[in-house]
């Protein structure tokens, strides 16, 4: 199940840059009805490159609002061998699937109303956590020394406090997106201040970063591997993030791969900071180490 749940979450993540791909390339309304497109399944004679981003977007999306509609109810009728909690975490992704879904058709229906398209961001960024959060709860924990244990305590709070803050900022970008801030700011003036908001949220959340990254070094032989493998590695996507978003900048969004790319890199930085939190509280004093026993009778059932 813990494998399944992270698939999903890649094929959210792949959706997510193909929503990035649609918004960049002006393709939001090249489908002007919605569920259908054209009123067509397959808009055939309209089909060009924006219909067809848009459409095969909608596709995309519904091929994993049916994948989490599957899982929730294989969750449910296995219940008694998998923890109590995973059917009801995927009962709430699937509530936020659906929620994302009604949002997308409101996009369209409503014009590209940038508060919508934000919360179509952000809403699809939360379903991508929630996969994640569930999947890395439901994968074997990586059982540390006896004193490891104790210098893993402090790490499930700089991790939590890390998410929170690039979620915020991705959320700042989304908002930057939907008003196409950056554009409107060069050319008269305006939306500056939402634009400044986004700049400045990059300090806290780069600092949460580097926090990590320092805590994961320090007394290195101490810390478990897999959790300095990610605490490193969000510093990589966070120097990846900054370096494309300076290129975005000065570009003024004309480079659309660009555009893409930074949204990929920071769903993907929001990725690896998460699983750092929820490895490193699995591994916290208040486990003892051990994998939950829910948990481990999960992973015994799917061979894992």
Known sequence: MGRALLGLAAATWLLMGLGSATRVMNAGLACPDWP???GELVPTQQMNLQVFLEWFHRLVAAGVGLATLVLTGFAWRKRQALPAWLPWGLSWAFVLVVAQGILGGLTVTELLRFDIVTAHL???????????????????????????????????????????????????????????????????????????????????????????????SWRRQQIPRILKRLGHGSVVLLLAQVGVGILTYRYRLQVEPLTVAHQMIGAALLACLLGFTVLAWRMSNSLGGRIPRGVAAATEMNGE
């Open 36 to 38: 259908l497109c054209y």
């Open 122 to 216: 952000g809403t699809g960024l939360l379903f991508f956590a929630t996969l994640l959060t569930l999947g890395w709860l439901a994968l074997p924990s990586v059982a540390p020394s006896e004193e490891g244990r104790a210098s893993v305590g402090y790490l499930p709070w700089l991790g939590l406090g890390a998410v929170l803050l690039v979620y915020v900022q991705s959320l700042l970008g989304a908002l930057v997106a939907s008003q196409w801030a950056l554009h409107q700011c060069f050319a008269s003036g305006e939306l500056c201040g939402v634009m400044s908001s986004h700049l400045l949220g990059v300090a806290p959340a780069t600092l949460a970063v580097l926090l990590v990254a320092v805590a994961t």
